[in-house]
């Protein structure tokens, strides 16, 4: 190595010798500055932060020390996915939620909870510790590390809004702020690695970091709040398709203003489940193509206005693709867009638009007859095998409202749409990314956000068996949900598309896994009368988590699975 590459190698650490010798002498002066971390968590606590999950390692033990000393909440879960899931789920209620992991081996493992976060609009806060500014000129391998230092960093870049690493004290309260505000403002995730030689660091003075004001194009949103009223004044049949995108930005009021001074009723995806209150009398209930109810369905789809807002059209939303919307009469605001018919609208936000909307004098209509969703009341319990129908007969009939449900991807997923959920955002799913494996972790984030909510999770056999030890965080922090797991003997949702062994899983005795854990109460049922009792007993254990196990036919569906199985056999015997 010659004299100027050895220069340059050492040149972080002379780099750091003047940031230490100058914050020294800003303490001779009398400043007395906040160190990397103590701002971080102070700045998180600010933005009503009151948990953190995570797993320890040596990268974060700094950070996670001074986390443990501050008025920040620690939550140490099995693994750092479920870690990931259980901010994820903090962040849908709370507005923001924090996962904090170790280099790689962490950092790594928790991407596929941010990548759902990311796709689903959850303002998930990623910080992650790093190998040393110091150590990393020595030229020696550091564990954990893949390809090169900013290898993790890259990869972040892909699925969050901001990628900060926090290597300097002039720039890391700028830059935490920075991230911070663009998680709010997108409601999507960001990454903050910060080296741990730079965790007690003391910050020196810097430029306060200011995210430019998001505006509408008031010219533009004139035009298209216009066209909007025209359309939405001459149709006969208008109609409301609320999606998740409505909880995300916060525009439920804005969203229920709009339909009581229009008197247009509202459907709802399954994305958007309970962003409209369910017992308000405009409800029609959820449109999602051929898994929805044929009321529903064609009161949406023989519309000659569908009003979308914040409704993402996915797949599952849109029932494997067996809905029909025509996209010349609709008008849609998302958002990445707002559009009226064919006519997009450039620099119109949809919070603006819906703000718009709700705020014009309106002449309110009577709307074409439809039956509102109402509560199926009471379940007769028989003797009868358990199904998968009456299983969510039953679930309807013991719902409070003081419960969340957490549905996991899956028929859990599909039946938990004929749910009725009490007023309130009181319904979590992934219903887009659909990672399985979501819910037990996230009812740990949903206790946390919320300990006035009980938790009522819904998980097939197979999922759990990817997560669902993190009963064990659950157990530790004496939180209560309870725990319904589907048990059909594997994946029971992917057998009508291809069944073969692949969709098989190891039978476990989940009812016993509180033996294993020294907490809980487990229950394994059969019939209906045993699960009516397994309810009951669930419903006044308050002190520890329940477990029923739910023994189902393996070819047993949801009638929301049996009615898009049977819509699309229909259009393949149309095509044959």
């Not at 430019?212 to 010219?219: F, K």
């Amino acid at each position: 190595m010659g004299p100027l590459s050895a220069v340059l190698a050492r040149l972080p650490v002379v780099l750091m010798y003047v940031v230490r010798n100058q914050t020294a002498s800003m303490r001779d002066e009398g400043m007395t500055g906040e160190t990397i971390g103590d701002y971080l968590i102070r700045r998180l606590h600010e933005e009503d932060v009151g948990h953190v999950f995570g797993v320890p390692g040596d990268f974060v033990l700094g950070l996670f020390k001074k986390l443990e000393d501050s008025p920040l909440k620690i939550i140490n879960t099995c693994d750092e996915q479920g870690a990931g899931f259980a901010a994820d789920a903090y962040a849908r209620l709370r507005g923001l939620g924090v996962v904090c992991i170790t280099y790689a081996v962490g950092g790594l493992k928790v991407v596929n909870a941010v990548a759902q976060a990311f796709a689903e609009w959850s303002p998930v806060v990623v910080v992650s510790g790093a190998p040393g500014i110091g150590e990393r000129v020595h030229g020696s391998m550091i564990h954990h590390t893949v390809r090169d230092f900013d290898s993790q960093r890259k990869v972040f870049s892909e699925l969050t809004v901001a990628t900060v690493v926090l290597d300097n004290p002039a720039t890391a309260a700028s830059e935490i702020d920075r991230a911070l505000k663009l998680a709010r403002r997108h409601s999507r995730p960001v990454y903050i690695e910060l080296p741990r030689d730079m965790v007690s660091v003391e910050l020196l003075p810097g430029r306060e970091y200011v995210l430019p004001a998001e505006t509408s194009d008031a010219e533009v949103l004139r035009f298209a709040i216009a066209e909007a009223v025209e359309k939405i004044g001459s149709a006969k049949r208008p109609v409301i398709l609320a999606g998740l995108e409505i909880h995300r930005f916060g525009l439920q009021h804005a969203l229920a203003k709009f339909a009581h001074a229009t008197g247009i009723p509202v459907a709802a995806t399954l994305g958007g489940k309970s962003v409209f209150a369910e017992s308000d009398l405009l409800y029609l209930g959820l449109y999602e193509g051929a898994m929805g109810s044929d009321a529903v369905r064609d009161y949406v789809e023989q519309s000659d206005c569908v009003i979308l807002l914040g409704a993402m059209l996915t797949d599952i939303n849109l029932g494997i693709y067996t809905a029909h919307i025509d996209r010349s009469s609709s008008i849609y605001a998302g958002k990445d867009r707002v559009s009226v018919g064919f006519r997009s609208y450039d620099g119109v936000l949809m919070e603006d638009f819906m703000q718009a909307l709700s705020e014009h004098s309106w002449t309110i209509r009577r709307p074409a007859d439809f039956e509102h969703l109402k509560h199926p009341g009471p379940f007769a319990a028989g003797e009868r095998p358990m199904t998968v129908a009456a299983l969510f007969h039953q679930i309807n009939a013991f719902l409070r409202e003081d419960m969340v449900v957490i549905a996991d991807p899956g028929d859990a997923l599909f039946g938990a749409g004929d749910l009725y959920i009490h007023d309130g955002t009181h319904f979590l799913a992934p219903a887009y990314y659909c990672s399985l494996g979501f819910a037990i972790p996230a009812a740990i984030g949903m206790a946390a956000a919320a300990p006035n909510l009980r938790p009522l999770v819904l998980v097939g056999d197979g999922a759990f068996q990817m997560t669902g030890m993190e009963l064990s965080t659950i157990a530790r922090y004496g939180m209560n949900p309870i725990v319904i797991v589907l048990d059909n003997d594997g994946y029971g949702t992917e057998r009508p598309m291809l069944d073969g062994a692949f969709n098989d899983v190891h039978r476990w005795n989940f009812a016993e896994i509180p033996l294993v854990l020294g907490a809980g109460l487990g229950i394994k049922v059969g019939t209906e009368t045993e699960m009516a009792a397994a309810l009951e007993r669930a419903g006044t254990n308050l002190q520890s988590y329940t477990l029923i196990q739910v023994m189902l036919e393996r070819n047993d569906h949801s009638p929301a699975l049996s009615r898009l199985a049977a819509r699309l056999g229909e259009r393949v015997a149309k095509r044959s």
